[in-house]
Structure formats: C-alpha cells, structure tokens
C-alpha cells in the first residue's frame, strides 16, 4: 500500500548534526502515522519517536529526547528525523515505519503496530 524509501543516512562526528528522510509512495500518506526506529549491531530495534497522521503530535524515546526532533511534509509525501548533538551511542541503522490510522491524533509506540517500513539508512557517529 505504501513503500517507504530513506536517505540521508551517512558518518558525522560527536556533537554534529544529520537529517535522515522518509520519501513515501501512493496517494494516502496523511493517514498514515509515522514512526522512527534504531537497531545496533547484536541490539533489538529500539523505539525512537512517532508522529500523528499530521504531525502535530509527537512522542520521543527519553534517550532521544531534546535532541532528536521528528516532522512530516504531508503535501510532499516526506517524513523527517533530524538529529543534533549526535553521540557515538547513536550509531545505528535508522528505519522509519508507517501505520494506517483512523485517528488524528493517534501515535504509536510498539514496533508490532507498524505495517510498512523502509530499508534502513545507516547513521555512524564517530569519537
């Protein structure tokens, strides 16, 4: 129904910056809730934040929290993860997921809950 392609990924340096995006396919992205995944080498994927079909409300993991910030570009059918005060313990591979959603407002936290996902865009900080 959707399919989900990323870029943006690539090496930045401790305390840099990066903006990883989400260029989503077909015609019904804005009803579609969105979210950000990790996974490190031999680690389980890891929660990173989620949005509403909009946008407007957002979630962050508390390791993320005040760094990470998430956004959406409905009209352009783009979701966003940008990344600022990178720490080494950020290096991973970063997927965004998309759910369908009859909710406006409505935001999701499980991994489970997701339908569609991207192929991943590997982020390295180095020290």
């Known amino acids: 129904q959707v399919q989900l392609v990323e870029s943006g990924g690539g090496l930045v340096q401790a305390g840099g910056s990066l903006r990883v995006s989400c260029a989503a396919s077909?015609?019904?992205?804005?009803?579609?809730?969105m979210g950000w995944f990790r996974q490190a080498p031999g680690k389980e994927r890891e929660f990173v934040g989620a949005?509403?079909?909009?946008?407007?409300?957002?979630y962050y993991s508390h390791s993320v929290r005040g760094r990470f910030t998430i956004s959406r570009d409905n009209a352009k059918n783009t979701a966003f993860l940008q990344m600022n005060g990178l720490k080494p313990e950020d290096t991973a591979v970063y997927y965004c997921?998309?759910?369908?959603?009859?909710?406006?407002?409505?935001?999701?936290?499980?991994?489970?809950?997701?339908?569609?996902w991207g192929q991943g865009t590997q982020v390295t900080v180095s020290s």
């Open positions: 997921a998309a759910k369908p959603s009859t909710r406006t407002n409505s935001y999701y936290l499980s991994e489970y809950e997701y339908d569609y």
């Open positions: 077909g015609r019904t992205f804005g009803l579609y809730a």
């Open positions: 949005m509403s079909r909009s946008g407007g409300t957002t």
